[in-house]
Every structure is written in C-alpha cells, then in structure tokens.
C-alpha cells in the first residue's frame, strides 16, 4: 500500500495518510504518533519555533536556517522549506510545495500542492556563469486570509496582501494589493474579491494612494473629531481626567487629554481654561528635584547620582513636559538631578542598566534623562547639564550598538525580541528622535524590526497592543525616514513595510469604540482592553504613523506633536 492508502472509520491513521493529510493530527493521532511528531519537531534543525497543535510531516524536507510556524500551522507530505521562514496562526503548506529563502506569510494561508514561494534569485550578470553568481534576496511577505492555488510560482520581492486568492498555475512576479483575485503568468488582477459580482473594476489595481484608502482614514478623523469633546468630558471626574469611568484620576490622564484635544480639536481640554490647564500641570512639578509624582503619592527619592531609576515620575517628564509644551508653557523649575549629573556619572548609570533582561527599563530610563535633558535646555535658566554629559550619552550609545541589529540589550527565548524592540523605541524617541540625531545601522534596525514583527507571540490574531504596534510603527518610520524611503517602491524592504503598515492600519481603524475612543489592547501592560484616554492617544498617533507608512497621512487631516511628534523637537 503507498502513502494514500484510505483509513477504515474508527482506525487511527497511517502515518504517510497524516502526512498528505495532516490537518487530521489535532483530532485522530495516536498517543505513538504524537510522541513521534513531537520526536520530529524536535529534529529540525536551525532556529525553529512552533506553535500550538503544528505538524511537520516526516516526509517534508525542512532545512530552515530560521522556521516559526504560528499556531495550528503545518508542513505537508514531501514539502521542501529552506532558508528563513515565518507563519501566522492556522497556515498550511500543503503536499509538494517549496517555500525557500526569507518568506512571511500572515494568518490563515493556504498554499496548495505544488506551488513554490522563491524568496531569493541569482544575479545574471555576463561576466561570469549564472551559477558562479551571488545570491540575492528581498524575501516574500504574504498578508493575512490569502489563498494560493496549485502549481503557482511567487518570485523574489513580492508582497501579496491580505484576503487574496491567486489562481492555479499563476506565476506571481508584481506586488498584489489587498483584496485582489489574480491568475494568469504572470499574474494579472481580474477582479476585487469584495465585487461579488464579478463586474467593474477587472483588472485594476487600486494604487498606494487610492481615493477609497484616504477617504476611509478621512472619515475615521471626522468621526473622531466630532466625538473628541464628548470622549473627554467623559473622563472628567468633575475635578481630573480619569483614563475612563470609574478609574482613579492620574497625572498621565490629565496629559493624555492635551494631546487628544490639541491632535482632534487644535485647542486645549474645555473643562479648564489654557491658563488652568498650565497652572494645574506645571504645579505638580516638585520645586526641589524637577519631578513630578503621582497624585496621592511622595515625590520619588533620586538615587545617589540625583536621578530617579524607575516609576510614574520617569514618565511624567515626557507627559507633563509635552502637554505643557502644548499649551505654549514650560516646566517651571528644571530637572535637576538630570541637570547635575556628571558625563561620568552617567556613564556608570547607562553601564547598570538591564540591557540583559530588561532592555525596555533601560530604554524608558534614557527616554526620560533624555527628554528632562532637553526641557533644561529650553528652560529659562538654559542650562541643559553638566558639560559633556549629553555627549557622552550619544557616544555610549553609538559604541554599544549592535552592529547586526543596530539596536542594544538581549532578546530572550520567553519574549523574542519584545524586550529589545519596545526598548528601542524609547530609547531612540527621546534620543536620536528628539534630538534629531541619526540612529546608527538603520537598515539592521528594519531587518530586526520586521523580523520581530512576524512573531506570532505578540502579533498574533488578538495579541496586539498599542505599545507593541507603536514600537514596531516608530522605528520604521525613522528608519525609513533616515534612508530616505517613506513610502517609496525602492527604498529598503519597502514592500514588506508597506504591506505590514497597511496590515496594521486595516486593523487598527475598526477598534475605536463609538463615543470611548480606544482601548489600550490585550495582555498585562498598559491599562488594558477597555477604551480610554491612553489607548486613544496612543492609537491616534500610531494611526498617524501608519498612515505616513503608506503615503496617505495627509487624509487624516492632524499631525502628532506632542510625545509621539515625528520630527525632532525644536529648541528655544
């Protein structure tokens, strides 16, 4: 009998049938035939991680340098995977298919028989023979909900948007917006999957700048401006913001309501005059240390360099400093234990920091000593710090950057590289950003952004937050602004960007809750899935940075200015 011999009901399946058909696993194996999967999974070789119920068939010959396969994803009977791939939840490569090079599929991919994913090429240069010649490779990303039929060939530096289905024996050589129903070699579009009628539009391809794109971020603006007023008198408690009903009024609170009404309505809160708003805000600054605590709580005692390790008052520096610089106004007295500490000093405490274990501690650390660093230079004593102390920051970090990632700490096993990626937002926000410094290997930083940004553990169907979207968005958009590529065909991994941003955008904007703004998202960071004043001010920028992504933030009519303002901050 071969490996397609049928299974009598109620016996357990030959292993050569789970092969060829292994979406049968989860439910019919044996005890034996588990411990032989997990045997096999465990044999791979390279950088593999699977999820949740995955199958790799013993007949597929899988050589992945790096292999993630999300939850309930699985590789076929004879299936052949080299090189640097990545699945979503629920993907399937199924018997015959190869998929070599560096190759991101979103969740919920099909890929039928025979089909192969080519993420690198030759050069074909004439002076030597094709097979003397350098590999090259842009790799292949594949949105989300994406059907590719049997026998299809996907060529090198294509990107496939989410929810569409490409037809048998197609040979795929250009990108494919979202939606697109596509066949023929090469390729062509024939019709939106969304036109169930199947007339208009066949054979179009909407562009990066479609009308529908902007006049659908047009409208999620309008709608948000027209319901900014009613959102912020809905977390005043009468005398402070609240983040939403019910919750304890908080310093961040107060500031998050001056970046939404300044972002929506161009105008400060209307429970207080701009005058209040200024004398509330700048009288939570302790005269002595520069800090500005909790309410309800003591002013954070500095450590012996003069300058507070962890807390709210980190935080409040950015917060309270930006809503004030919002109002036109200043922090009234400086930071000064910021303002006092030594290059050397400052040196010992960037040498302490958790860059091992906890690399978004030490960002935030540097974000705040940075950002209190540029409130003392705009203060009217204009005294930023001690000479040479600022220099020394930009030095440390320019020295101890990873040469291959361009970023600074350790990903771990448990988290990836959450830790290093959100780090490195903060780091650089009120660093490189705020200071309008270039960050060191900004193509390395891509590379690792993107690479973090296919890891179903914090980008899986449910899991995204505003932080971690957030934290992916920023660097790209510096990055790509730095190599001059936004939103560009030919810039840096530009597709990849672009499909991912556009994959974000898409669904971001159906998370803002009608009249409550948005809620931060899922999982035990951040004040969680219910909307507020924070989810809204983070997602309205990160909405915005999206946007600018895919070339289409002129829509949305409002340009961050505030903590997540894209330029450098300007000083007086």
């Given at each position: ?548 992504l895919v070339g289409r933030s002129d829509a949305l009519g409002y340009r961050p200015r505030g903590v997540h303002r894209p330029e450098p901050s300007r000083r007086t």
């Amino acid at each position: 009998m071969d490996d397609l011999e049928l299974v009598d009901p109620g016996q357990e399946p030959s292993a050569g049938h789970l092969d060829h058909c292994p979406w049968l696993f989860a439910e019919e194996a044996s005890a034996e035939q588990r411990a032989a999967q997990w045997e096999r999974q465990r044999s791979l070789g390279g950088e593999c991680e699977l999820g949740e119920r995955c199958y790799v068939a013993g007949s597929a010959a899988v050589f992945a340098d790096r292999l993630r396969l999300g939850d309930d994803s699985y590789i076929a009977a004879h299936a052949y995977v080299t090189g640097d791939v990545t699945t979503g939840t629920d993907c399937t490569l199924n018997p015959f298919t190869v998929v070599r090079g560096r190759v991101t599929l979103g969740n919920g991919v099909r890929i039928g028989a025979h089909t192969s994913l080519l993420g690198f090429n030759h050069s074909m240069a004439p002076d030597r023979p094709v097979f003397r010649q350098p590999h090259t490779s842009e790799g292949i990303t594949v949105g989300d909900d994406v059907w590719i039929g049997s026998h299809v060939v996907v060529v090198d530096g294509v990107t496939i948007g989410d929810h569409c289905v490409i037809g048998a024996g197609a040979v795929v050589t250009k990108d494919l917006p979202a939606w697109t129903v596509a066949a023929g070699n090469p390729a062509r579009p024939l019709r939106d999957r969304r036109n169930t009628s199947g007339r208009g539009e066949a054979g179009a391809r909407p562009s990066r700048g479609a009308a529908g794109a902007g006049d659908a971020l047009a409208r999620f603006a309008d709608t948000a401006r027209a319901q900014a007023a009613g959102l912020l008198a809905r977390c005043w408690d009468g005398e402070r913001y609240v983040d939403r009903p019910g919750a304890a009024p908080t310093v961040r609170a107060h500031c998050d309501a001056m970046e939404i009404a300044d972002l929506l309505l161009g105008s400060a809160p209307v429970e207080l005059t701009a005058e209040e708003h200024v004398a509330r805000l700048g009288g939570l600054q302790d005269a002595d240390t520069g800090l500005v605590p909790e309410f309800g709580e003591p002013v954070p005692v500095p450590e012996a360099d003069g300058f507070v390790g962890e807390g709210p008052a980190l935080y409040h520096v950015l917060s309270v400093g930006y809503a004030l610089d919002l109002l036109g106004a200043s922090f009234p007295h400086p930071v000064r234990g910021v303002r006092e500490m030594t290059a050397r000093q400052l040196v010992a405490r960037l040498e302490g920091l958790p860059w091992r274990d906890g690399a978004w501690g030490a960002g935030a650390w540097i974000d705040a000593w940075a950002t209190a660093t540029h409130w003392n230079l705009r203060h009217a004593e204009g005294d930023g710090g001690e000479p040479g102390a600022l220099e020394a920051l930009f030095g440390w970090l320019l020295t101890r950057a990873d040469p291959w990632t361009g970023m600074w700490g350790s990903p771990s096993p448990e988290a990836g590289r959450l830790q290093v990626v959100n780090g490195y937002y903060r780091l650089t926000r009120g660093s490189f950003a705020q200071f309008g410094v270039p960050v060191p290997h900004p193509e390395r930083v891509v590379d690792a952004v993107l690479d973090h940004a296919r890891d179903p553990r914090h980008f899986g169907a449910g899991r995204e937050n505003a932080c971690n979207v957030l934290d992916v968005a920023h660097p790209l958009w510096l990055c790509g602004r730095q190599l001059g590529a936004l939103a560009g065909d030919g810039g840096y991994r530009s597709p990849e960007i672009r499909a991912w941003a556009e994959h974000q955008l898409a669904a971001a904007l159906p998370r803002r809750q009608d009249g409550q703004g948005f809620g931060f998202g899922p999982g035990t960071s951040g004040p969680g899935p219910e909307p507020g004043l924070q989810g809204t001010e983070m997602w309205l920028a990160i909405i915005w940075l999206l946007a600018d992504l895919v070339g289409r933030s002129d829509a949305l009519g409002y340009r961050p200015r505030g903590v997540h303002r894209p330029e450098p901050s300007r000083r007086t």
